[in-house]
């Protein structure tokens, strides 16, 4: 039977439901938070209201999209799902340089030992902590996706250690891998190599590309590929409006890419409302599919967006 990884165990793909694969739902203390007052998600009490929220909406599974060594805790994470009913997938992988100190590990470790980990927390278990030491205290709590990134450098120097790193762990585990991109920037290049190292197009989802949406080449030319794009900056205002954000779907649905786009948030502390912030994690559900509706989309394009194609994305395969 098809099924995902959640952080309470392997679950029917059929139990998925609704789904939104990019939102950060708890971070620990770590470096990043000292200079970033934006991702201070360190109230576990707060984030279990804001999932009960998104629960109301009719949300039922989402990516908690903080990597191993970046604020992620596998055991908050855990009781998150429990308490809230929200079904949460935690990830493995590595982020932008911000999370790290200077010296932090993830520079220095070699290409096998970075798969070996990545690999190890998708099969038998993610670590807690590993914010300035290499981790030892592993859970049996899997993680269900690989997460990487590039820089606006692209696919070059360490980036490609750990992007080659996580793509083969994403092989090696079965999984899918999601890439933080700046506005898209390598994206094809990361996909190449990606493909190179065995992994399926259709298991690669490119972040972020909808951080800019006047140049719609850049979209098509990604998803030209078979991969799916993750439009996840829609309570991100500052860099479009809603209108341009339905505008750029209608356009890719026109070129028949449907079934290769994903939503989601990617939110902040001023974006949560259990954080004093203004729009929530509910707000693609009950705001952003209104509008939808009302410029056109059907209800089965809907159920498309937030149920089938995470669904496909976010399967695991055996290995």
């Not at 098809?2 to 392997?10: C, K, L, P, Q, R």
Request: glycine residues 8%; hydrophobic residues 40%; charged residues 20%.
């Amino acid at each position: 039977m098809a099924y995902f990884t959640s952080v309470t165990g392997d679950i029917g793909i059929d139990k998925m439901g609704v789904c939104q694969p990019h939102e950060h739902v708890y971070i620990v203390e770590t470096p990043a938070l000292t200079t970033n007052s934006l991702i201070r998600l360190c109230n576990l009490e707060a984030s279990i209201r804001e999932l009960k929220l998104y629960r109301e909406a009719g949300g039922q599974t989402l990516v908690d999209a903080n990597p191993l060594a970046t604020g992620r805790d596998a055991l908050a994470l855990r009781t998150a799902s429990r308490v809230s009913g929200v079904q949460i997938i935690a990830t493995t992988g590595y982020h932008i340089p911000s999370f790290y100190q200077k010296s932090h590990w993830i520079w220095t470790m070699d290409e096998e030992e970075l798969t070996r980990l990545f690999t190890s927390e998708l099969v038998d278990g993610m670590y807690q902590g590993g914010h300035y030491e290499v981790p030892e205290h592993q859970t049996g709590i899997r993680a269900g996706l690989v997460k990487a990134m590039l820089t606006e450098e692209g696919v070059c120097k360490r980036t490609e250690v750990l992007l080659r790193a996580a793509g083969r762990a994403a092989v090696a585990g079965g999984a899918s891998l999601m890439l933080h991109t700046e506005y898209g920037k390598g994206a094809l290049d990361a996909i190449r190599l990606l493909s190179e190292l065995g992994l399926a197009t259709e298991r690669i989802l490119i972040c972020h590309v909808d951080r800019q949406v006047e140049d719609y080449g850049i979209h098509e030319a990604i998803a030209d590929t078979g991969v799916y794009l993750e439009y996840d900056t829609i309570t991100l205002f500052e860099y479009h409006n809603n209108i341009s954000e339905v505008k750029l779907l209608q356009h890719m649905v026109d070129r028949g890419h449907l079934r290769q786009i994903l939503l989601s948030t990617d939110p902040t502390v001023d974006r949560l409302k259990s954080y004093g912030g203004n729009v929530g994690m509910d707000y693609i559900l009950t705001q952003f599919i209104p509008l939808l509706l009302e410029f056109g989309f059907t209800e089965e394009m809907i159920r498309i967006l937030n149920q089938e194609n995470p669904a496909r994305a976010l399967r695991r395969v055996p290995v």
